[in-house]
């Protein structure tokens, strides 16, 4: 039972862990026990709970908790692949970035037919209501890092780290629908090249939005 320590302690699924849960902590811990270069690096760390869901379509996302969606999925991502999406705690996201490149890899030989992706869990907190009580008192301001911008830029700083976002821009449709293009750093072009397609989509059943990821056209392209 000593992979289970791998779950939050404050995860409702530390008692009571899915399959996919357990297999995922599993995994990590024996990475931790058998790999003595990683030991020190993964003992403390923890991700939040784990869920298979085929698909979040038809949610009002904007309206719920981030960290109350889906904290680890499996996604059908096109072309008969599938995506892990685990999700951890904001203050252990640095440690999880440490280790992250190599973490990632190493599942991914475990989960042969999916790959790995970590999110923080953020909170996106509703906008402050004034009433009519409540006008002359001054109301108390959300942190920006809880607005739904901020969690959505940082869904997207997630999902492709460690590769940079040297750019975005919003295209708008014929039909009025909106299409954001991430620019990634041109220099990570052969080692994320084929997760493109899955970054789009597990970025649009989380948010609801569409989005597509690729690198600059030319040396001289700015955005």
């Not at 931790?32 to 003992?43: F, G, I, K, Q, V």
């Not at 379509?57 to 008969?80: C, M, P, R, S, T």
């Not at 780290?161 to 041109?186: A, F, H, N, Q, W």
């Amino acid at each position: 039972m000593a992979h289970l320590n791998k779950i939050a302690a404050n995860s409702p699924s530390r008692q009571n862990p899915s399959e996919l849960e357990t297999s995922i902590a599993n995994a990590i811990y024996d990475l931790e026990t058998n790999t003595a270069d990683m030991r020190s690096a993964l003992r403390p760390l923890q991700f939040v709970s784990a869920k298979e869901v085929r698909s979040l379509i038809g949610l009002d996302l904007g309206l719920l908790a981030v960290e109350k969606l889906i904290l680890a999925l499996q996604y059908e991502v096109g072309h008969g692949k599938k995506a892990i999406v685990i999700n951890v705690p904001v203050p252990l996201l640095a440690g999880f970035h440490k280790v992250q490149q190599r973490l990632t890899r190493e599942l991914e030989k475990k989960f042969s037919d999916r790959q790995v992706i970590f999110l923080a869990q953020r909170r996106i907190l509703p906008r402050p209501k004034r009433s009519n009580r409540s006008r002359t008192n001054q109301t108390q301001k959300r942190p920006r890092s809880r607005t739904l911008t901020a969690v959505y830029d940082s869904i997207l700083t997630d999902l492709v780290y460690p590769v940079e976002i040297v750019g975005k821009r919003t295209r708008t449709r014929v039909d009025g629908s909106k299409l954001l293009k991430v620019i990634l750093d041109e220099k990570e072009r052969g080692g994320v090249d084929h997760r493109l397609d899955t970054y789009s989509e597990v970025y649009r059943k989380i948010t609801g939005r569409g989005v597509a990821f690729e690198f600059p056209m030319g040396a001289g392209t700015e955005y």
